[in-house]
């Protein structure tokens, strides 16, 4: 880009030499008046509307589209490019969403398929431990069914907890506590 314009200066400055010295002054003036100048501004005017859409996608509007109708080199190159980075951040936060639900979604159906049976066991160790068992070794076996049996219980809630936490489906209620209670 820098050798082009350096090339449109250069022929630009030729010309005006040419007319300065061929006494073309008043050709000069026009040529600066309707050529020169308007095209200055409407360069201007398009890195103007580049910069505003740029600002846009950098603020995160990835709705912003670069108008390249009229444009012309590098500025509209510079537009398509800036349309095809606001098109990859739309593609990758889409990825990013779906992969998310997809997430969430797992987590969810597996916690709630291994609750279900979960719910079961548990209710038949409870019922287990109100028999009248005279064998030692199966209180026992009843009573390690029961503790892991709840430990797996609230594991699951964790579990769905966290994924509730992660996707901000959870409330969140401040309250004050003493530090070494927590430590």
């Known amino acids: ?53 740029a600002r846009e996608i950098a603020q995160g509007n990835l709705n912003t589209t670069v ?48 609750k279900t049976p979960l719910t079961s066991i548990v209710s038949y160790v409870d019922l287990l431990e109100k028999e009248e068992l005279e064998n030692e070794t199966a209180k026992g076996y009843v009573e390690v069914l029961s503790r892991q049996a709840l430990r797996l219980k609230k594991l699951i809630e964790d579990l769905m907890d966290a994924s509730k936490a992660s996707t901000g489906a959870l409330s969140v209620n401040w309250e004050t506590l003493e530090l070494g209670v927590l430590l």
């Open 67 to 114: 108008d390249t109708k009229g444009m012309f080199l590098e500025l509209k190159e510079h537009a398509e490019d800036l349309n095809a980075i606001r098109d990859g951040v739309n593609a990758a936060v889409e990825e990013r969403m779906k992969s998310e639900r997809f997430r969430t979604e797992l987590i969810t159906n597996v916690s709630h398929d291994i």
């Open 1 to 53: 880009m820098l050798w082009r314009w350096a090339a449109i200066l250069g022929a630009m400055m030729l010309l005006e030499f040419l007319c300065v010295v061929g006494e073309g002054a008043p050709l000069l003036f026009l040529l600066h008046l309707f050529v020169v100048c308007p095209a200055v501004l409407y360069c201007i005017w398009q890195m103007r509307k580049l910069r505003l859409a």
